[in-house]
C-alpha cells in the first residue's frame, strides 16, 4: 500500500520550534518531489514548501521564508520541515505529497500524486 505518514505536530508556543516528518511506505521517494502544503480552519489550502526529486530546488512561502527549511533523506525515506520562530499563524493541518518525476518546485497542489492524511500543528500561548 503506497502511503504517506505526517508526524512531528503538537502544540507549542508562539517563538517556539517543531519538526514535521513525512514517511514513505510502499515506495520510494528517490523519484519524487515532495511538497508541505497546510490548511488553517477557514482557508484555502496553501503551499508551504517544497523540495524538487533530487533535493537541488526548494521552495519557500513568502510567510515561511527564513523560518521553514525543508530536507530530505531518501536513505531514510523521508522528508522534514523544520519550523522555528512559529507563530499563531502558522497554526493548521500540514500536509506533504509526493510527485513522481518532480524536478522543480514550486508547483500546485494537483501535480502531487500522494498525499498522507496530515498532522496538527497548533501556537498558542
Known amino acids: 500500500q503506497l502511503q504517506l505518514v505526517e508526524s512531528g505536530g503538537g502544540l507549542v508556543q508562539p517563538g517556539g520550534s517543531l519538526r514535521l516528518s513525512c514517511a514513505a511506505s510502499g515506495f520510494t521517494l528517490d523519484y519524487h518531489g515532495i511538497g508541505w502544503f497546510r490548511q488553517a480552519p477557514g482557508k484555502e489550502r496553501e503551499g508551504v514548501s517544497c523540495?524538487?526529486?533530487?533535493?537541488?530546488?526548494?521552495g519557500y512561502s513568502g510567510s515561511v521564508k527564513g523560518r521553514f527549511t525543508i530536507s530530505r533523506d531518501n536513505a531514510k525515506n523521508m522528508v522534514y520541515l523544520q519550523m522555528n520562530s512559529l507563530k499563531p499563524e502558522d497554526t493548521a493541518v500540514y500536509y506533504c505529497a509526493a510527485g513522481r518525476g518532480l524536478n522543480t518546485c514550486p508547483l500546485p497542489a494537483r501535480a502531487y500524486d500522494y498525499w498522507g492524511q496530515g498532522t496538527q500543528v497548533t501556537v498558542s500561548s
Open positions: 523540495i524538487s526529486n533530487n533535493g537541488r530546488t526548494t
